[in-house]
């Protein structure tokens, strides 16, 4: 028989894009009120895998992934709903300028949270669904069938390997009453 126990804590990361970089770093630092420092972020790359966003923001749109330090799993519904807030607060005339897509990494598998239902995502609660995207075999993140072209692509594959490394590290750190009870 299984029994509960606590879960280890997961590396929050927030996906942002938009037009201007510097706007993406107020929304960042607005979000980091609740998140904490970012502790890493990726160079920023265009962000032109789909045409999707593009009436809403134009473009070119450029993105980076931003890192915070480790939280609990259970909270992704709630940073989530912060990064919507803060995406409301930084909108101009109904249109949002910046887009943050929060998730976590865990040592099989990264997680992203959407407000969007599909078959293949499990609902959170208050409106929010989580998705396994990229799973960890044979030594890197692979994706998955629904993935997006964006977190499939070499460079953000090699980053989430990156991250997973440090992440790996820093649990060896932790004492164990800190990643399991």
């Known amino acids: 028989m299984s029994h509960p126990r606590r879960p280890p804590e997961a590396l929050y990361f927030v ?17 980091a009120e609740f998140l904490g420092a970012v502790t890493f972020r990726s160079e920023w790359l265009p962000f032109d895998y789909t045409d999707y966003y593009l009436e809403e923001f134009g473009a070119p749109l450029r993105r980076a992934f ?46 992203l ?5 599909f078959a293949h995502r499990i609902y959170l609660g208050r409106g929010v669904f989580a998705e396994v995207t990229l799973l960890f075999r044979e030594g890197s993140f692979r994706p998955l069938p ?6 499939a692509a070499p460079e953000t594959l090699e980053l989430f390997n990156r991250q997973r490394g440090l992440y790996k590290r820093r649990l060896k750190t932790l004492q164990p009453s800190e990643t399991s009870s």
């Open 15 to 31: 996906s942002a894009f938009g037009r201007d970089e510097a706007r993406i770093l107020e929304a960042i630092e607005a979000l």
């Open 66 to 111: 931003f890192f915070f330090d480790l939280r609990p799993q259970e909270d992704l519904v709630e940073v989530k709903h912060r990064a919507y807030e803060v995406e409301k607060a930084f909108s101009h005339q109904g249109r949002r300028t910046v887009n943050l897509d929060p998730g976590y990494l865990l040592l099989p598998r990264v997680v």
């Open 113 to 117: 949270s959407t407000f969007k239902d």
């Open 146 to 151: 629904w993935t997006y072209p964006d977190y």
